[in-house]
T-cell receptor
Framework: AQSVSQHNHHVILSEAASLELGCNYSYGGTVNLFWYVQYPGQHLQLLLKYFSGDPLVKGIKGFEAEFIKSKFSFNLRKPSVQWSDTAEYFC??????????????FGQGTTLQVKP | NAGVTQTPKFRVLKTGQSMTLLCAQDMNHEYMYWYRQDPGMGLRLIHY???????AKGEVPDGYNVSRLKKQNFLLGLESAAPSQTSVYFC??????????????FGQGTRLTVV
Protein backbone atom coordinates (compact mmCIF):
# COMPACT_ATOMS: atom_id res chain seq x y z
CA ALA A 1 0.00 0.00 0.00
CA GLN A 2 1.10 3.52 -0.67
CA SER A 3 2.31 5.57 2.25
CA VAL A 4 3.57 9.07 2.95
CA SER A 5 6.14 9.77 5.61
CA GLN A 6 6.95 13.12 7.16
CA HIS A 7 10.20 12.92 9.05
CA ASN A 8 9.74 15.76 11.48
CA HIS A 9 6.79 15.59 13.83
CA HIS A 10 7.46 18.74 15.81
CA VAL A 11 9.74 21.57 14.74
CA ILE A 12 10.56 24.65 16.79
CA LEU A 13 12.26 27.60 15.10
CA SER A 14 12.98 31.20 15.84
CA GLU A 15 11.69 33.90 13.52
CA ALA A 16 13.85 34.43 10.43
CA ALA A 17 15.24 30.90 10.60
CA SER A 18 15.08 28.75 7.50
CA LEU A 19 12.66 25.85 7.28
CA GLU A 20 12.81 22.51 5.55
CA LEU A 21 10.21 19.82 6.17
CA GLY A 22 10.81 16.39 4.71
CA CYS A 23 8.24 14.26 2.88
CA ASN A 24 8.77 10.89 1.24
CA TYR A 25 6.23 8.66 -0.43
CA SER A 26 6.18 5.05 -1.51
CA TYR A 27 4.68 4.76 -4.98
CA GLY A 28 6.63 4.07 -8.12
CA GLY A 29 4.19 5.50 -10.62
CA THR A 30 3.08 8.98 -11.52
CA VAL A 31 2.00 11.16 -8.64
CA ASN A 32 0.47 14.51 -7.89
CA LEU A 33 1.97 16.05 -4.76
CA PHE A 34 0.60 18.59 -2.32
CA TRP A 35 1.45 20.47 0.82
CA TYR A 36 -1.43 21.65 2.97
CA VAL A 37 -1.29 23.92 6.02
CA GLN A 38 -3.68 23.94 8.95
CA TYR A 39 -3.60 26.98 11.20
CA PRO A 40 -4.88 26.46 14.75
CA GLY A 41 -8.60 25.78 14.75
CA GLN A 42 -8.93 26.08 11.00
CA HIS A 43 -9.38 23.81 8.01
CA LEU A 44 -6.70 22.66 5.61
CA GLN A 45 -5.51 25.14 3.03
CA LEU A 46 -3.42 24.37 -0.02
CA LEU A 47 0.13 25.73 0.14
CA LEU A 48 1.38 24.37 -3.16
CA LYS A 49 1.03 21.49 -5.59
CA TYR A 50 3.06 19.62 -8.16
CA PHE A 51 1.53 17.98 -11.20
CA SER A 52 4.27 18.00 -13.83
CA GLY A 53 7.03 20.12 -15.33
CA ASP A 54 9.46 22.15 -13.26
CA PRO A 55 10.15 20.13 -10.11
CA LEU A 56 10.63 23.29 -8.08
CA VAL A 57 7.21 24.69 -7.30
CA LYS A 58 6.38 27.91 -5.56
CA GLY A 59 3.34 28.37 -3.39
CA ILE A 60 1.73 30.98 -1.25
CA LYS A 61 3.37 32.92 1.59
CA GLY A 62 6.90 32.35 0.31
CA PHE A 63 6.84 28.56 0.52
CA GLU A 64 8.38 26.34 -2.12
CA ALA A 65 8.89 22.62 -2.58
CA GLU A 66 11.15 20.46 -4.70
CA PHE A 67 10.08 17.19 -6.24
CA ILE A 68 12.98 14.74 -6.53
CA LYS A 69 11.63 11.73 -8.35
CA SER A 70 14.68 9.53 -7.76
CA LYS A 71 14.33 10.04 -4.02
CA PHE A 72 10.52 9.88 -3.91
CA SER A 73 10.64 13.15 -2.01
CA PHE A 74 8.76 16.43 -1.96
CA ASN A 75 10.35 18.61 0.70
CA LEU A 76 8.88 21.93 1.75
CA ARG A 77 11.11 24.96 2.27
CA LYS A 78 10.91 28.57 3.33
CA PRO A 79 13.99 30.79 3.62
CA SER A 80 12.76 32.85 6.57
CA VAL A 81 9.84 31.84 8.77
CA GLN A 82 7.51 34.20 10.59
CA TRP A 83 5.56 33.77 13.80
CA SER A 84 2.41 33.56 11.66
CA ASP A 85 3.73 30.35 10.07
CA THR A 86 3.00 28.50 13.29
CA ALA A 87 0.71 25.71 12.10
CA GLU A 88 0.53 22.06 11.20
CA TYR A 89 1.80 21.04 7.78
CA PHE A 90 0.67 18.02 5.83
CA CYS A 91 2.21 16.40 2.80
CA UNK A 92 -0.25 14.52 0.58
CA UNK A 93 0.05 12.32 -2.48
CA UNK A 94 -2.43 11.37 -5.18
CA UNK A 95 -1.15 8.20 -6.85
CA UNK A 96 -2.29 8.30 -10.44
CA UNK A 97 -3.54 5.15 -12.03
CA UNK A 98 -6.34 4.11 -14.33
CA UNK A 99 -9.67 5.07 -12.84
CA UNK A 100 -8.07 7.80 -10.76
CA UNK A 101 -10.45 8.81 -7.98
CA UNK A 102 -8.41 11.66 -6.57
CA UNK A 103 -7.90 9.99 -3.22
CA UNK A 104 -5.21 11.65 -1.16
CA UNK A 105 -2.81 9.83 1.12
CA PHE A 106 -1.58 12.10 3.89
CA GLY A 107 1.55 12.10 5.96
CA GLN A 108 1.34 12.23 9.72
CA GLY A 109 1.77 15.98 9.81
CA THR A 110 4.47 18.27 11.18
CA THR A 111 3.71 20.81 13.85
CA LEU A 112 5.75 23.97 13.35
CA GLN A 113 6.15 26.36 16.23
CA VAL A 114 7.83 29.67 15.45
CA LYS A 115 9.08 31.66 18.42
CA PRO A 116 8.97 35.46 18.11
CA ASN B 1 -18.84 31.18 -2.82
CA ALA B 2 -19.17 29.12 0.32
CA GLY B 3 -16.97 26.30 -0.99
CA VAL B 4 -17.33 23.26 1.26
CA THR B 5 -19.62 23.60 4.26
CA GLN B 6 -19.88 21.08 7.08
CA THR B 7 -22.68 20.79 9.61
CA PRO B 8 -22.42 20.67 12.60
CA LYS B 9 -19.08 22.11 13.70
CA PHE B 10 -19.10 20.49 17.13
CA ARG B 11 -21.00 17.57 18.63
CA VAL B 12 -20.86 15.44 21.74
CA LEU B 13 -22.44 11.99 21.55
CA LYS B 14 -22.99 9.26 24.06
CA THR B 15 -21.76 5.79 23.20
CA GLY B 16 -24.34 4.02 21.08
CA GLN B 17 -26.04 7.14 19.77
CA SER B 18 -26.29 7.82 16.09
CA MET B 19 -25.75 10.97 14.08
CA THR B 20 -25.27 12.27 10.56
CA LEU B 21 -22.68 14.78 9.42
CA LEU B 22 -23.62 16.84 6.40
CA CYS B 23 -21.23 18.13 3.78
CA ALA B 24 -22.34 20.51 1.05
CA GLN B 25 -20.27 21.93 -1.80
CA ASP B 26 -21.24 24.59 -4.30
CA MET B 27 -18.41 24.09 -6.81
CA ASN B 28 -20.16 21.42 -8.87
CA HIS B 29 -17.38 18.96 -8.06
CA GLU B 30 -17.88 15.32 -8.99
CA TYR B 31 -15.69 13.88 -6.27
CA MET B 32 -16.28 14.11 -2.55
CA TYR B 33 -14.46 12.61 0.44
CA TRP B 34 -14.73 12.13 4.16
CA TYR B 35 -11.51 12.08 6.20
CA ARG B 36 -10.86 11.81 9.89
CA GLN B 37 -7.95 13.54 11.57
CA ASP B 38 -6.33 12.09 14.66
CA PRO B 39 -3.19 13.33 16.43
CA GLY B 40 -0.01 11.93 14.93
CA MET B 41 -1.87 10.10 12.18
CA GLY B 42 -2.60 12.80 9.64
CA LEU B 43 -5.85 12.48 7.74
CA ARG B 44 -7.25 9.10 6.83
CA LEU B 45 -9.89 8.49 4.21
CA ILE B 46 -13.16 7.02 5.48
CA HIS B 47 -15.36 6.92 2.38
CA TYR B 48 -15.49 8.71 -0.90
CA UNK B 49 -17.76 9.27 -3.87
CA UNK B 50 -16.94 9.75 -7.54
CA UNK B 51 -20.38 10.96 -8.47
CA UNK B 52 -24.01 11.23 -7.50
CA UNK B 53 -25.38 7.91 -6.34
CA UNK B 54 -21.94 6.28 -5.92
CA UNK B 55 -19.90 5.60 -2.79
CA ALA B 56 -16.81 3.58 -1.99
CA LYS B 57 -14.78 2.57 1.05
CA GLY B 58 -11.60 4.29 1.96
CA GLU B 59 -8.87 3.35 4.40
CA VAL B 60 -10.93 3.31 7.62
CA PRO B 61 -14.61 2.69 6.73
CA ASP B 62 -15.72 0.50 9.65
CA GLY B 63 -18.48 2.01 11.76
CA TYR B 64 -19.45 4.60 9.16
CA ASN B 65 -21.90 4.78 6.29
CA VAL B 66 -22.29 7.40 3.59
CA SER B 67 -24.76 8.53 0.99
CA ARG B 68 -24.54 10.80 -2.04
CA LEU B 69 -28.13 11.29 -3.14
CA LYS B 70 -27.41 14.71 -4.59
CA LYS B 71 -24.25 15.83 -6.33
CA GLN B 72 -23.69 18.70 -3.94
CA ASN B 73 -24.19 16.74 -0.70
CA PHE B 74 -22.24 13.94 0.94
CA LEU B 75 -23.54 12.57 4.24
CA LEU B 76 -21.52 10.63 6.79
CA GLY B 77 -23.46 8.52 9.27
CA LEU B 78 -22.47 6.91 12.53
CA GLU B 79 -25.04 4.27 13.42
CA SER B 80 -23.74 3.45 16.89
CA ALA B 81 -21.05 5.82 18.05
CA ALA B 82 -18.00 4.50 19.89
CA PRO B 83 -15.30 6.40 21.82
CA SER B 84 -12.80 5.38 19.11
CA GLN B 85 -14.73 7.60 16.72
CA THR B 86 -13.82 10.70 18.69
CA SER B 87 -12.01 12.72 16.07
CA VAL B 88 -12.12 15.73 13.80
CA TYR B 89 -13.91 14.97 10.56
CA PHE B 90 -13.16 16.79 7.33
CA CYS B 91 -15.11 16.73 4.14
CA UNK B 92 -13.45 17.59 0.86
CA UNK B 93 -14.42 17.89 -2.77
CA UNK B 94 -12.49 17.95 -6.01
CA UNK B 95 -12.70 17.36 -9.70
CA UNK B 96 -10.28 15.11 -11.50
CA UNK B 97 -8.97 15.87 -14.94
CA UNK B 98 -7.40 13.32 -17.24
CA UNK B 99 -3.91 14.17 -16.02
CA UNK B 100 -4.81 13.79 -12.39
CA UNK B 101 -6.29 15.62 -9.44
CA UNK B 102 -6.55 19.37 -9.50
CA UNK B 103 -6.74 19.99 -5.79
CA UNK B 104 -9.06 19.10 -2.95
CA UNK B 105 -11.02 21.79 -1.13
CA PHE B 106 -11.72 21.13 2.52
CA GLY B 107 -14.53 22.08 4.85
CA GLN B 108 -14.00 23.64 8.26
CA GLY B 109 -14.22 20.33 10.08
CA THR B 110 -16.52 18.76 12.65
CA ARG B 111 -15.13 18.04 16.08
CA LEU B 112 -16.90 14.97 17.42
CA THR B 113 -16.52 13.66 20.94
CA VAL B 114 -18.02 10.32 21.95
CA VAL B 115 -18.31 9.80 25.69
Amino acid sequence: AQSVSQHNHHVILSEAASLELGCNYSYGGTVNLFWYVQYPGQHLQLLLKYFSGDPLVKGIKGFEAEFIKSKFSFNLRKPSVQWSDTAEYFCAVNALRSGNTGKLIFGQGTTLQVKP
Amino acid sequence: NAGVTQTPKFRVLKTGQSMTLLCAQDMNHEYMYWYRQDPGMGLRLIHYSVGEGTTAKGEVPDGYNVSRLKKQNFLLGLESAAPSQTSVYFCASSWVRSGGLTEAFFGQGTRLTVV
